[in-house]
């Protein structure tokens, strides 16, 4: 797991607060992404950036801001969140070309996210 | 689309025992097949995965899956089981006309008993 490493490990927040997940992989990839794990439920793909270009956002709600300022770094940015939002966020990253691949996602520990 | 099944929320076995963990999947393409394990407050640690060829493919700590391409199938097997891989097994699947989208199961909780 020191491939890709995440902070905070866990976070309690307010619906009014605002807070910054921060992720970075030491492992030469250009592919990062971030998912939601909820209990009971699949993981859910959120973002995801190929050569620091977003390439994939699947319908998440704009409370959730991703930024990736260069390939090794991935930041999901929070803001007036709902107690539903309450799960274990997770970053991963992948070596991609630019089409079909056959890369594996390696991935971080995660973030316990708490809203209050 | 792609779709995975994991047809069982927990297996149970008892320790030195084979386990399988089931995995069924559905996609346009040809499939990309891969398996993660978690564990408590942990990621996703990736296990193995099938591309192409040998449809038995071995992966880390003495696990394998079996490609089955009629039955779409790709169980998680392990000769004996260990206490310690008591754990959440994920499948996960891609086609090889997407572009890097992972599907995953809702996974399988492995229990191994003394």
């Known amino acids: 797991e020191t491939g890709v490493t995440q902070t905070p490990r866990h976070l309690v927040m307010g619906m009014t607060n605002k807070k910054s997940l921060k992720c970075e992989q030491h492992?030469?990839?250009?592919?990062m992404y971030w998912y939601k794990q909820s209990a009971k439920k699949p993981l859910e793909l959120m973002f995801v950036?190929?050569?620091?270009?977003?390439?994939e956002n699947n319908s998440v709600p704009s409370r959730f801001s991703p930024e990736c300022p260069n390939s090794s770094h991935l930041f999901l940015h929070l803001h007036t969140l709902q107690p539903e939002d309450s799960a274990l966020y997770l970053c991963?990253?992948?070596?991609?070309?630019?089409?079909?691949?056959?890369?594996?996602?390696?991935f971080g520990p995660g973030t316990r996210l708490t809203v209050l | 689309a792609q779709s995975v099944a994991q047809p069982e929320d927990q297996v149970n076995v008892a320790e030195g025992n084979p386990l399988t963990v089931k995995c069924t999947y559905s996609?346009?393409?040809?499939?990309?097949l891969f398996w993660y394990v978690q564990y408590p407050n942990r990621g996703l640690q990736f296990l193995l995965k099938?591309?192409?060829?040998?449809?038995l493919v071995k992966g880390s700590y003495g696990f394998e899956a079996e490609f089955n391409k009629s039955q779409t199938s790709f169980h998680l097997k392990k000769p004996s089981a260990l206490v310690s891989d008591s754990a959440l097994y994920f499948c996960?699947?891609?086609?090889?006309?997407?572009?890097?989208?992972?599907?995953f199961g809702t996974g399988t909780r492995l229990l191994v008993s003394p």
């Open positions: 492992l030469g990839h250009n592919a």
């Open positions: 099938y591309i192409t060829g040998d449809n």
């Open positions: 996609v346009s393409g040809n499939p990309y």
């Open positions: 950036y190929n050569f620091k270009e977003q390439t």
């Open positions: 991963a990253s992948s070596q991609q070309g630019r089409g079909m691949g056959t890369d594996t996602q390696y």
């Open positions: 996960a699947v891609r086609d090889d006309t997407g572009f890097q989208k992972l599907v």
